[in-house]
């Protein structure tokens, strides 16, 4: 019963459905999302991240199954996680890291799969759970980040879990880590580019906006000028006059 247990536990710990790669505090970082479906708390949660690719040694051994630990950017120094909302795992990219040489491109072309493991204790039975999820060259996207989620009104926080893997994209060098610290004009260069970008699409919105405007005070101006001409046009009266009375006019019709 026990075993029975945390698997049904463990089906409520959820995955976002793609990793992202993007731009963090000036580092390119690897992030995906968890969350916990129940709200009982799962105690000293922790999340492990494992590359496995096929890699070759210098004496030749073909090894296919490498598997490489990734170190992930806590707070807290034991890894422990208080899994209250959906949280974002975000693991830079740094010299130690297996995805430091690898670009856009090159990412991929390559042959990784990325395994996620998720553990902790249940609550309600203490006994131990434990959920696991990997993503692939294809389910790993570059330039994306995770969209907000949580909300906030009158003191109170509500998740939509509608929009769990919901992902935007934002603008994030194709190159690899080790170009970005060999070059780091790459990055200002990037933002330069993206924050231009954004402020002629701001100038074209807005002169759209005012050419809109002034289509639509000429329209009603047109209009009212129109009315305003008919209703200044001079009525004509037409007098007819009888012939036996001396010239004097009968009666006036306009």
């Not at 690898?102 to 609550?123: H, K, P, R, T, Y």
């Amino acid at each position: 019963m026990k075993t029975a247990q945390s698997n049904r536990r463990a089906e409520t710990l959820i995955f976002s459905r793609h990793a992202v790669i993007a731009v963090r505090n000036n580092c390119l970082c690897f992030m995906i999302r968890i969350g916990d479906l129940r709200k009982s708390m799962i105690i000293g949660a922790t999340v492990r991240l494992q590359v496995v690719r096929k890699t070759t040694t210098p004496e030749g051994e073909v090894i296919p199954i490498h598997q490489i630990d990734v170190q992930t950017e806590t707070v807290v120094a034991n890894n422990n996680l208080f899994l209250l909302a959906p949280l974002v795992i975000c693991h830079v990219i740094d010299k130690h890291s297996p995805l430091y040489d690898l670009s856009a491109m090159e990412l991929q072309c390559s042959d990784l799969e990325v395994i996620v493991i998720l553990e902790g204790v249940v609550e309600t039975t203490g006994i131990t759970t434990q959920a696991r999820t990997s993503y692939i060259s294809d389910e790993i996207q570059w330039g994306h980040r995770f969209g907000p989620i949580v909300t906030e009104e009158d003191g109170v926080y509500s998740v939509d879990y509608s929009k769990f893997g919901n992902t935007v994209k934002v603008t994030t060098p194709r190159c690899s880590a080790r170009e970005l610290d060999e070059k780091p004009s790459i990055l200002i260069q990037t933002l330069q580019k993206s924050e231009l970008s954004h402020q002629n699409s701001l100038r074209k919105r807005n002169s759209m906006r005012r050419n809109n405007s002034m289509r639509k005070g000429a329209a009603a101006g047109g209009s009212g000028a129109l009315r305003r001409n008919n209703s200044g046009i001079a009525s004509t009266k037409v007098q007819f006059f009888s012939p036996g009375d001396g010239g004097q006019s009968m009666n006036a019709v306009t």
